[in-house]
């Protein structure tokens, strides 16, 4: 148990629709990771913040956005969703944002879009 | 190109094989990391690499900064390593992690 929680599990919703995904970070850790995993793309860095601050932005659609809040969860929501918006939806945390430092990772969230 | 290349894309061994993944990447890194995802998805950190080399018990991981390379061994290998192992590396320039496309291992008894 890595200590980062993540909520649903799974989530199965419908074309044009608008989900939200929940992140709580291992005690003590400042800096939330949110990365895609599909079959095709593999896995793929979305956005991260840090203590309540966009830090980097990667690959994120424009359909897709995230906040960190003061008690330092975080949510990525996913809107218009499309077929290809299929995948597993994984968060990290990490004591530090900048440099390079061991990542926990959560359980994953699967997002199926019918 | 994928700035993470990992061979072989699939693996089966014997239980007890010594078994060797590599990793081989194009940028400038801060740290290479292995990770490990079972088939239920899950993902688990195994190392953190920025030079030399790292052991675990049957878990050794190596990398060659000069050569862009890395390598994960597992020494007497059991159904239960059967997982995708996962290279992603900190590029000198970014905070996040860039992976490679993972090697799937399967350990038959």
């Known amino acids: 148990d890595s200590g980062v929680t993540q909520t649903p599990k799974h989530l199965i919703t419908a074309t044009g629709q608008r989900v939200t995904l929940r992140c709580s970070p291992r005690?003590?850790?400042?800096?939330v990771y949110w990365y895609q995993q599909s079959l095709d793309q593999g896995l793929q860095f979305l956005i991260q913040?840090?203590?309540?601050?966009?830090?980097a932005k990667g690959n994120i659609l424009e359909r897709f956005s995230a906040q960190q809040f003061p008690d330092l969860h975080s949510e990525l929501n996913l809107s218009s969703l499309e077929l290809g918006d299929s995948a597993l939806y994984f968060c990290?945390?990490?004591?530090?944002?900048?440099?390079?430092?061991?990542?926990?990772f959560g359980p994953g969230t699967r997002l199926t879009v019918t | 190109k994928n700035e993470v290349e990992q061979s072989p894309q699939n693996l089966t061994a014997q239980e007890g094989e010594f078994i060797t993944i590599n990793c081989s990447y194009s940028?400038?890194?801060?740290?290479l990391h292995w990770l490990q995802q079972h088939p239920g998805g899950g993902i688990v950190s195994l190392f953190m690499?920025?030079?030399g080399k790292k052991k675990h018990g049957r878990l050794i991981a190596t990398i060659n900064i000069q050569e862009k390379h890395s390598s994960l061994h597992i020494t007497a290998s059991h159904p239960r390593d059967s997982a995708v192992y996962i290279c992603?590396?900190?590029?000198?320039?970014?905070?996040?992690?860039?992976f490679g496309k993972g090697t799937s291992l399967l350990v038959t008894p």
């Open positions: 990290a945390s990490s004591v530090y944002g900048t440099g390079a430092h061991e990542q926990y």
């Open positions: 005690s003590g850790d400042l800096s």
């Open positions: 913040y840090y203590n309540g601050e966009e830090r």
């Open positions: 940028v400038g890194i801060s740290a």
């Open positions: 690499l920025s030079s």
């Open positions: 992603a590396v900190n590029s000198n320039s970014g905070y996040a992690l860039n």
